[in-house]
């Protein structure tokens, strides 16, 4: 995985064992940490780069936006909210993807392949 991780990616090492991860380009929730985990490390492949435009933490929730090119050239704009339990543990990762169509399919492909 990227060291400069900038989607979901960025809160692996701090998600409670039974977080959750929703996304627009998945088809249904994914539940567990190492789940998670290896769903992420697939979405991988679908960038050519990432960088952040906006980053904030309020009370128990971080939000993160960040501008991304996949890797057919497309670009994309990919907005993370964390969810934070009382313990601080995310609990929760919601991404979306703009536009959408672009990333879906990639994100199909790259989560297919073994």
């Known amino acids: 995985?990227?060291?400069?991780?900038?989607?979901?990616?960025?809160?692996?090492?701090e998600l409670a064992d039974d977080a959750e991860l929703r996304s627009d380009i998945l088809a249904e929730p994914v539940r567990g940490r190492d789940a998670i985990s290896k769903v992420f490390g697939r979405l991988d492949s679908i960038y050519t780069s990432q960088s952040v435009t906006y980053e904030q933490r309020d009370n128990q929730r971080?939000?993160?936006?960040c501008k991304a090119v996949l890797s057919d050239g497309s670009p994309v704009e990919i907005t993370t909210v964390a969810l934070r339990d009382t313990s601080g543990w995310v609990s929760s990762i919601a991404v979306a993807?703009?536009?959408?169509?672009?990333?879906?399919?990639?994100?199909?492909?790259?989560?297919s392949d073994a």
Do not use: W
């Open 1 to 13: 995985m990227r060291r400069l991780e900038t989607d979901g990616a960025v809160f692996l090492s």
């Open 62 to 65: 971080d939000y993160r936006i």
């Open 97 to 111: 993807y703009y536009p959408l169509p672009r990333a879906r399919a990639l994100a199909i492909k790259a989560l």
